[in-house]
């Protein structure tokens, strides 16, 4: 069982930069990653990152998000820059550990004025 704890959620203004957190209760070998559910919309992919520092992002956030991971502390990041109204959304943290999909609780992120 892989339990994954999430941060660094909030309000910001368009144009503005945020740094989600995910922390996971163990070591994991496979992609770890983000995924957001805007209301009245199903789940999408944002970023993954591989254990070996493969990435893949959603063309939308291609060159605005970066996303990292520091497999010593078991954390994957998600840097979002020069973020827009249409990225508000929960933000949740994916693991993929031996063939299941774990995720976090969720993090609100809301981008206005």
């Known amino acids: 069982q892989v339990q994954l704890v999430e941060s660094g959620g909030g309000l910001v203004q368009p144009g503005g930069s945020l740094r989600l957190s995910c922390a996971a209760s163990?070591?994991?070998?496979?992609?770890m990653g983000w995924y957001r559910q805007a209301p009245g919309k199903q789940r999408e992919l944002v970023a993954t990152i591989t254990s070996g520092g493969g990435t893949n992002y959603a063309d939308s956030v291609k060159g605005r998000f970066t996303v990292s991971r520091d497999n010593a502390k078991n954390t994957v990041y998600l840097r979002m820059n020069s973020l827009k109204p249409d990225d508000t959304a929960v933000y949740y943290c994916?693991?993929?550990?031996?063939?299941?999909?774990?995720w976090g609780q969720g993090t609100q992120v809301t981008v206005s004025s």
């Open positions: 163990r070591t994991i070998f496979g992609a």
């Open positions: 994916n693991a993929h550990h031996f063939l299941v999909d774990y």
